[in-house]
């Protein structure tokens, strides 16, 4: 058995942001199912928003006018005092990146370079051309380096342990020597990332299941709002590849086959920077219209850089660029892009509070994993990378507050090692001979019902067609196998595990979109159009029952001085 | 409809842990459709055919450096290759050279890590923390802007023919992240920490044969670096000749 006063669980931002914070005090393990650098922030493009004012254009900007933008662009559901906390820490979090070695882009000045991003009413995003999280990544990686935290890298998380309301810890398998390890721990932090491959359209890395969300949820933590699914307005054909909204932001239009910039009829203000889940509602909308192209990969719109001209394109988004090239044979210098909406972000996670607490005892959660809310129904871009990072730093600091005011003692090691002997009867069974049925089947046909059905546009018929699926599919994973009983690198075995808890995060989604009778942020139903706060400004909470169904309740949203309005653009 | 070509894949297949392995070729013929990406066929052939296949990947997108491996005899990564890239309908598949392999083109990427390790890779300040960013000028950030791209995918790592012969070289990565931080106007790391390179197993023992330089897929020039830390390196010994260093750690 492994200890450690604190485990962390993910390699990304808010993983190595807790780590940092924490292992000078503690005793402190990270364990990634890949290299930390691996992990999917380092995908994030186009920066991230703090109210530094260095743009000519934001010298009045402020920490509250990003904070009200936030909750504007949440539709309401975000929890006010925490989308204050992380727009305020946002500034000081940006500074401190930089003070690590962070190469942001400059102004010409020497300043933190920012760029306007949609939903936003100054441009307040901080980037380092089109691979900010790409740096930031490396940059907190460098530093735990520098601080020496104990990474265990590949080692896959199978169970979280959680008896008599207090977290013990995690059954672990370390994918390069194939051994089951019980890692005890008094506190134990997800920051596991999204569910975004849950769609089969995503712009997430494949690695991105949602299984930490999963998990938790199949141990008895209550998941919050996750229903709510972002749409990315450009992904790149085929491979659903994102195309920044730094695009948009350095200003790149939206044209549809008639070589029309639609925006101006549905948004003429904010044009192609409006919000994401209204751009991807305007595009699905040109395209289910008869106004997209028509492709073998699929239907799409263009995005055009060309006006631009090739040197901002190369000086400002040379990643997008050779994405293009490379996966499309597109140069965006000379040719439009095709893109269409795809899956992007996971709005709804574990439900924690501004301290990530769950309320479990020693069980935190942070980042695109949870759902404190600060994104509520709609994440601003440019918000997601800023989470990451402030809310690592907060749960540290929650963390060693509770450790220091009333110490956790080790937990007792016979929930682990009972954990352990059950995960070690099931990866048997799994391999048992005549078990047809195969996770990736399963896997495809949930992605591609979740696309469909529980997408952009949402109708009670299709939730509950798609809820139909999903319960198919839970029934044939009983039948599920894998072909080789080797534990090291059986990337087949650990899909397979994995499979569980993405059919439940899937469960969770569907019954909160089926039960919410309104269209707000993401959510849009078609058979209920409009925002209903009468009913509706709430939470949706998902837990698991002793039946082993999700049963949902709802909390209040936290307002403290935004009163939801009408949200135009 | 678009119509499918039929491709032979074969892959090099090992698995260090069973003593009755030997490396050999696996044959698998798969239909692919045009545009397809060779990650995107090993994941159908891990899922259709062969589920005990081996291969790392996370982003498929060409910004993680998971899947770095040998490609109809070229380093670069699965994700970012078109199978119809070559002009051939068979593809070779192999692990990155220079390492231990522990199970088919899974390689064990510890000694990469470790020199990575090795060379301080952050910056390294001594003066006061300001309140607010550390200017740096638009000509000073493009100056470490290559290195800066390096995905870590070890591609240059596979391509090296020093290490192919002396495995304790520092390597072509950690060379390249050294000097993104030398070269950024914000480190003050002292000159004489350099001094860790001066020998045969560090930045002396470089052939400059840009092999590294090939191989890389983020444009990254890793022999520039190796140079760039030469120079300082011979700059600073002649400074300390003259009495002139500035600094010693």
Same mark, same amino acid.
């Given at each position: 058995?492994?200890?450690?006063?604190?485990?962390?669980?993910?390699?990304?931002?808010?993983?190595?942001?807790?780590?940092?914070?924490?292992?000078?005090?503690?005793?402190?393990?990270?364990?990634?199912?890949?290299?930390?650098?691996?992990?999917?922030?380092?995908?994030?493009?186009?920066?991230?928003?703090?109210? *530094?004012?260095?743009?000519?254009?934001?010298?009045?900007?402020?920490?509250?006018?990003?904070?009200?933008?936030?909750?504007?662009?949440?539709?309401?559901?975000?929890?006010q005092?925490?989308?204050?906390?992380?727009?305020?820490?946002?500034?000081?979090?940006?500074?401190?990146?930089?003070?690590?070695?962070?190469?942001?882009?400059?102004?010409?000045?020497?300043?933190?370079?920012?760029?306007?991003?949609?939903?936003?009413?100054?441009?307040?995003?901080?980037?380092?051309?089109?691979?900010?999280?790409?740096?930031?990544?490396?940059?907190?990686?460098?530093?735990a380096?520098?601080?020496?935290?104990?990474?265990?890298?590949?080692?896959?998380?199978?169970?979280?342990c959680?008896?008599?309301?207090?977290?013990?810890?995690?059954?672990?398998?370390d994918?390069?020597?194939g051994? *089951?390890?019980?890692?005890?721990?008094?506190?134990?932090?997800?920051?596991?990332?999204?569910?975004?491959?849950?769609?089969?359209?995503?712009?997430?890395?494949?690695?991105?299941?949602?299984?930490?969300?999963?998990?938790?949820?199949?141990?008895?933590?209550?998941?919050?709002?996750?229903?709510?699914?972002?749409?990315?307005?450009?992904?790149?054909i085929?491979?659903?590849?994102?195309?920044?909204?730094?695009?948009?932001?350095?200003?790149?239009?939206?044209a549809?086959?008639?070589?029309?910039?639609?925006?101006?009829?549905?948004?003429?203000?904010?044009?192609?920077?409006?919000?994401?889940?209204?751009?991807?509602?305007?595009?699905?909308?040109?395209?289910?219209?008869?106004?997209?192209?028509?492709?073998?990969?699929?239907?799409?719109?263009?995005?055009?850089?060309?006006?631009?001209?090739?040197?901002?394109?190369?000086?400002?988004?040379?990643?997008?660029?050779?994405?293009?090239?490379?996966? +499309?044979?597109?140069?965006?210098?000379?040719?439009?892009?095709?893109?269409?909406?795809?899956?992007?972000?996971?709005?709804?996670g574990?439900?924690?509070?501004a301290?990530?607490?769950?309320?479990?005892?020693?069980?935190?959660?942070?980042?695109?994993?949870?759902?404190?809310?600060?994104?509520?129904?709609?994440?601003?871009?440019?918000?997601?990378?800023?989470?990451?990072?402030?809310?690592?730093?907060?749960?540290?600091?929650?963390i060693?507050?509770?450790?220091?005011?009333?110490?956790?003692?080790?937990?007792?090691?016979?929930?682990? +090692?009972?954990?352990?002997?059950?995960?070690?009867?099931?990866?048997?069974r799994?391999?048992?001979?005549?078990?047809?049925?195969?996770?990736?089947?399963?896997?495809?046909?949930?992605?591609?019902?979740?696309? #469909?059905?529980?997408?952009?546009?949402?109708?009670?018929?299709?939730?509950?067609e798609?809820?139909?699926?999903?319960?198919?599919?839970?029934?044939?994973?009983?039948?599920?196998?894998?072909?080789?009983?080797?534990?090291?690198?059986?990337y087949?075995?650990?899909?397979t595990?994995?499979?569980?808890?993405?059919? #439940?995060?899937?469960?969770?989604?569907?019954?909160?979109?089926?039960?919410?009778? #309104?269209?707000?942020?993401?959510?849009?139903?078609?058979d209920?159009?409009?925002?209903?706060?009468?009913?509706?400004?709430?939470?949706?909470?998902?837990?698991?029952?002793?039946?082993?169904?999700?049963?949902?309740?709802?909390?209040?949203?936290?307002?403290?001085?935004?009163?939801?309005?009408?949200?135009?653009? | 409809?678009?119509?499918?070509?039929?491709? @032979? &894949?074969?892959?090099?297949?090992? =698995?260090?842990q =069973?003593?009755?392995?030997?490396?050999?070729?696996?044959?698998?013929?798969?239909?692919?459709?045009? /545009?397809? @990406?060779?990650?995107?066929?090993?994941?159908?052939?891990?899922?259709?055919?062969?589920?005990?296949?081996? &291969?790392?990947?996370?982003?498929?997108?060409?910004?993680?450096?998971?899947?770095?491996?040998?490609?109809? /005899?070229?380093?670069?990564?699965?994700?970012?290759?078109?199978?119809?890239? &070559?002009?051939?309908?068979?593809?070779?598949?192999?692990?990155?050279?220079?390492?231990?392999?522990?199970?088919?083109?899974?390689?064990?990427?510890?000694?990469?890590?470790?020199?990575?390790?090795?060379?301080?890779?952050?910056?390294?300040?001594?003066?006061?923390?300001?309140?607010?960013?550390?200017?740096?000028?638009?000509?000073e950030?493009l100056?470490?802007?290559?290195?800066?791209?390096?995905?870590?995918?070890?591609?240059?790592?596979?391509?090296?023919?020093?290490?192919?012969?002396?495995?304790?070289?520092?390597?072509?990565?950690?060379?390249?992240?050294?000097?993104?931080?030398?070269?950024?106007?914000?480190?003050?790391?002292?000159?004489?920490?350099?001094?860790?390179?001066?020998?045969?197993?560090?930045?002396?023992?470089c052939?400059?044969?840009?092999?590294?330089?090939?191989?890389?897929p983020?444009?990254?020039?890793?022999?520039?670096?190796?140079?760039?830390?030469?120079?300082?390196?011979?700059?600073?010994?002649?400074?300390?000749?003259?009495?002139?260093?500035?600094?010693?750690?």
């Open positions: 058995m492994l200890n450690h006063d604190i485990l962390i669980v993910g390699g990304g931002l808010t993983g190595l942001r807790a780590a940092v914070g924490l292992c000078d005090r503690f005793d402190v393990g990270l364990i990634s199912k890949v290299y930390p650098t691996r992990s999917h922030s380092i995908a994030a493009q186009g920066g991230l928003n703090a109210a *530094l004012t260095n743009n000519p254009e934001s010298r009045d900007d402020s920490w509250e006018k990003h904070t009200f933008d936030t909750i504007k662009g949440s539709d309401y559901l975000a929890d005092d925490a989308a204050e906390i992380m727009c305020k820490e946002g500034i000081k979090i940006v500074y401190e990146m930089e003070h690590w070695g962070c190469p942001f882009s400059r102004f010409p000045d020497g300043t933190i370079a920012q760029r306007p991003f949609g939903g936003a009413g100054y441009p307040r995003t901080c980037y380092s051309a089109d691979i900010t999280g790409h740096v930031l990544l490396n940059t907190l990686y460098e530093r380096v520098a601080k020496g935290v104990k990474i265990y890298p590949e080692w896959f998380v199978t169970s979280l959680i008896e008599e309301g207090l977290c013990h810890g995690v059954i672990a398998l994918t390069q020597k051994s *089951l390890i019980p890692v005890r721990a008094k506190v134990t932090f997800f920051g596991t990332g999204g569910y975004g491959r849950v769609f089969q359209q995503s712009t997430n890395a494949l690695i991105n299941t949602g299984g930490g969300i999963g998990m938790a949820y199949k141990a008895g933590v209550p998941l919050k709002d996750m229903e709510f699914v972002q749409f990315h307005p450009t992904t790149l085929g491979t659903n590849i994102l195309m920044s909204e730094a695009c948009r932001g350095e200003g790149a239009y939206l549809n086959n008639q070589g029309e910039r639609f925006m101006q009829r549905y948004v003429p203000t904010a044009m192609e920077l409006a919000p994401r889940d209204i751009v991807s509602r305007c595009i699905q909308t040109e395209i289910n219209e008869g106004r997209g192209f028509d492709h073998p990969l699929g239907k799409y719109v263009h995005l055009d850089l060309r006006h631009l001209g090739a040197k901002k394109i190369l000086e400002r988004l040379p990643g997008i660029r050779n994405i293009s090239i490379d996966f +499309l044979g597109v140069d965006p210098i000379t040719d439009p892009i095709p893109i269409q909406p795809g899956q992007h972000y996971s709005m709804g574990i439900d924690v509070n301290r990530c607490a769950s309320d479990v005892r020693g069980f935190y959660a942070g980042g695109e994993c949870s759902c404190v809310s600060v994104h509520g129904a709609n994440r601003l871009g440019g918000n997601s990378l800023l989470e990451t990072i402030v809310f690592g730093k907060l749960a540290a600091q929650a060693d507050e509770d450790m220091t005011k009333s110490p956790l003692p080790l937990p007792d090691e016979k929930p682990l +090692l009972r954990m352990q002997e059950a995960m070690e009867a099931k990866i048997r799994l391999t048992e001979p005549g078990r047809g049925e195969k996770a990736y089947k399963i896997h495809a046909e949930l992605g591609v019902t979740m696309t #469909e059905k529980v997408g952009i546009f949402r109708t009670r018929k299709n939730l509950d798609a809820l139909q699926v999903l319960i198919g599919l839970k029934e044939r994973y009983r039948q599920v196998g894998v072909s080789s009983a080797v534990r090291y690198m059986n087949e075995l650990i899909n595990l994995e499979q569980e808890y993405v059919l #439940e995060v899937a469960h969770t989604i569907i019954l909160g979109a089926i039960l919410r009778e #309104e269209s707000r942020g993401a959510h849009f139903r078609l209920f159009k409009t925002r209903n706060d009468q009913d509706w400004l709430k939470h949706t909470i998902a837990r698991i029952g002793p039946d082993g169904e999700p049963a949902i309740s709802f909390k209040e949203v936290i307002m403290t001085r935004y009163q939801p309005m009408e949200r135009k653009y | 409809m678009i119509k499918a070509n039929a491709y @032979t &894949f074969k892959i090099l297949r090992y =698995d260090a =069973d003593p009755q392995s030997e490396p050999c070729f696996a044959t698998y013929r798969i239909n692919v459709i045009p /545009g397809l @990406t060779v990650l995107a066929v090993l994941n159908r052939i891990r899922d259709e055919i062969d589920g005990t296949l081996a &291969f790392r990947s996370s982003c498929r997108s060409a910004v993680c450096g998971s899947c770095a491996m040998v490609i109809n /005899g070229k380093l670069d990564l699965a994700c970012r290759t078109q199978v119809s890239a &070559f002009n051939t309908d068979t593809i070779i598949l192999e692990p990155l050279p220079n390492f231990e392999v522990i199970r088919d083109l899974v390689v064990d990427m510890t000694p990469f890590w470790r020199m990575y390790d090795k060379i301080q890779p952050y910056l390294i300040r001594h003066s006061p923390v300001p309140e607010k960013e550390i200017l740096q000028s638009e000509a950030r100056r470490i802007d290559q290195y800066v791209n390096c995905i870590l995918c070890a591609c240059c790592y596979g391509a090296c023919p020093v290490l192919a012969r002396e495995p304790d070289y520092i390597g072509p990565a950690a060379a390249a992240k050294l000097e993104r931080f030398v070269l950024d106007s914000r480190d003050e790391r002292p000159a004489g920490v350099l001094e860790i390179l001066n020998n045969e197993k560090g930045v002396w023992a052939d400059t044969l840009f092999r590294c330089i090939d191989a890389c983020k444009e990254v020039r890793p022999t520039d670096a190796i140079v760039g830390l030469r120079k300082a390196i011979v700059k600073n010994r002649f400074q300390k000749m003259l009495g002139k260093a500035k600094d010693e750690a």
